[in-house]
């Protein structure tokens, strides 16, 4: 090969060191040519774009907050609505189940009142009779006896009605005073009975299924302290 190129003229050497040349400078145009039609990555650009997303990230998670802190206070508001709903139901229930009871037991009360006149005036038609011309004259007392016996099957009547209601008279007379289901009217002495013992009844008592319709009002024993 040497030899070869040392037979070669000086102009041909000139000629194939040009033509060598010419072919690189093609290559670089070509490369060039190449490389034009790909983006060329600019770092200020990939930075502000990135910052641009970066905002956008920021301003989307506010809203998004935002959203999440109205539903946050649109759910509190529905619980507070359906509590105070609950609350409504509850006390319109309650109402209009204690309704009926507050009449059916304001009726009771007036059943016990005239009860309490029928027995007033059973009581007093069984009295003896205060003079002696009233006890000499029998035909006012067979009367009044006629009508107590009248009145006693009132009464009874009235006493059945009461029943039906499930209402019971209290059992006070000697037993210990109770406040919750006693009122006292009066104290006195026996000897027959310990302090705070009933003595008599001076006002019947009732109890509907166990709970206090009428507090019974009563006389109640109470020792004097001798000096």
């Known amino acids: 090969m040497s030899e070869r190129m ?40 990939l930075l502000s774009e990135m910052a641009a997303l ?10 998004f907050k935002a959203t999440l802190d109205e539903l946050r206070r649109f759910g509190d508001q ?8 609950e609350r409504d139901l509850t006390r ?17 009360h007036n059943i016990i009142d005239l ?29 009044a006896a006629s009508v107590a016996q009248g009145q006693k099957l009132t009464l009874q009547r009235i006493d059945d ?4 209601y499930r209402v019971r008279p209290m059992q006070v007379v000697d037993q210990a005073f109770d ?3 006693m009122r006292v009217v009066g104290i006195e002495d026996s ?8 003595l008599r009844e001076v006002r019947r008592g009732f109890l509907q299924d166990g709970e206090i319709l009428r507090l019974a009002e009563v006389i109640v024993c109470k020792k004097e302290i001798k000096s």
């Open 6 to 45: 040392s037979e070669l003229s000086a102009e041909a050497k000139l000629r194939l060191i040009d033509e060598f040349r010419a072919s690189l400078d093609h290559w670089n145009d070509a490369e060039d040519a190449e490389n034009s039609d790909k983006p060329q990555v600019d770092l200020f650009s």
């Open 54 to 63: 970066k905002n956008e990230v920021r301003l989307e998670s506010r809203q």
């Open 78 to 85: 529905l619980r507070e609505g359906n509590e105070r709903l």
């Open 92 to 108: 319109t229930r309650e109402q209009s189940t204690a309704a009926p009871l507050q009449a059916e037991r304001r009726l009771l």
């Open 115 to 143: 009860r309490d006149r029928m027995q007033a005036g059973i009581d007093a038609a069984g009295k003896p009779p205060a003079s002696f011309w009233t006890r000499l004259v029998p035909g006012p007392t067979r009367f």
């Open 161 to 164: 009605v009461l029943d039906s």
């Open 179 to 181: 406040p919750n289901l």
């Open 191 to 198: 000897p027959l009975a310990a302090s705070g013992m009933v």
